[in-house]
């Protein structure tokens, strides 16, 4: 895995960028083992754009649903106890943890059940730059895929994905942009400019649909390129044609580049379509080899 640090070398270049720092950084912690691979990760962004880290640790409550009749209530709350006092545990870990980073960045610990945590971690979300969380790609992170959803749809900021276990290793030098001509895919762009002004390559590409985008693509690329040269930003355009699915695409295409980050819009159909039945989207979340960084 490939970590997300620009390049310090691109700083320049960055500088003719309007809105290219990240000032406030959120990043979503449990207690478990995978705390530190975000950590690490935001720790890496904070230094290099001079930002603040706020750790979102959630400590989700049992689901009353779960529980009927007297049996239920005492059962219920003797769970909500243990669990807040495993929160306790990892409260005072993280503290400690995020004082080594120094004094200015902060934890906030949120213990509240689902439906109701899920947006109060979209409202934290709201007044920073960027969220950080892990794919909730496999059975260790699928209990968060409601909380990602609603940051996702709710937040109103970009969203950083990480594979599980995504090490740091090297800065960022090549991003992969697949564009769509969609909202999304514009606040996407919006929301990674700083990651993207730090690269050393930038490639765009969009997957030819039939009945999509004007002459197949190719002018809207050509159009979004010129934007972003605007902003001081040279990049490569291609329409890919796809032989497999569009997922399948564009991850052949991750893998020729050597990508680092892919940056995507969420969701251009539906939200029950993309969720519940699948979509690129959903693919991308569940198969990204590197850091995936969303808008909707």
């Not at 290219?20 to 912690?29: E, F, K, N």
């Not at 032989?243 to 695409?249: K, R, V």
Request: net charge negative.
């Amino acid at each position: 895995m490939n970590d997300i640090t620009p390049s310090s070398s691109n700083v320049a270049k960055a500088q003719a960028v309007r809105g290219t720092a990240y000032r406030d950084i959120a990043v979503h912690l449990d207690g478990s083992p995978e705390d530190e691979t975000r950590l690490a990760h935001a720790e890496a962004l904070a230094t290099s754009f001079a930002a603040r880290i706020t750790g979102i640790f959630t400590n989700l409550l049992p689901d009353p649903a779960l529980f009927a009749g007297d049996f239920g209530v005492t059962a219920i709350g003797q769970l909500v106890d243990a669990v807040t006092e495993e929160g306790d545990v990892s409260e005072k870990r993280l503290r400690q943890r995020l004082a080594r980073l120094g004094p200015t960045h902060e934890l906030r610990r949120l213990d509240a059940f689902p439906g109701i945590l899920e947006q109060a971690v979209a409202s934290e979300a709201r007044w920073n730059d960027l969220f950080i969380a892990t794919c909730p790609c496999d059975d260790g992170h699928s209990r968060w895929r409601p909380m990602i959803e609603s940051v996702m749809f709710d937040g109103g900021r970009g969203l950083l994905l990480l594979p599980p276990a995504a090490a740091l290793r090297s800065p960022i030098k090549t991003v992969l942009i697949g564009w769509t001509d969609t909202r999304q895919s514009a606040r996407a762009v919006a929301e990674a400019l700083p990651l993207i002004a730090h690269a050393t390559q930038v490639h765009i590409v969009t997957v030819r649909e039939e009945a999509h985008g004007r002459m197949g693509g190719a002018e809207v690329l050509a159009d979004i390129s010129a934007h972003l040269a605007r902003h001081g930003v040279e990049a490569t355009a291609t329409v890919l044609n796809p032989e497999a699915s569009p997922t399948d695409t564009l991850l052949a295409e991750v893998r020729r580049i050597s990508a680092d980050l892919i940056v995507v819009g969420a969701y251009g159909h539906s939200r029950f379509r993309e969720w519940v039945l699948g979509g690129v989207t959903a693919d991308l979340i569940d198969r990204a080899p590197v850091p995936l960084l969303l808008a909707h």
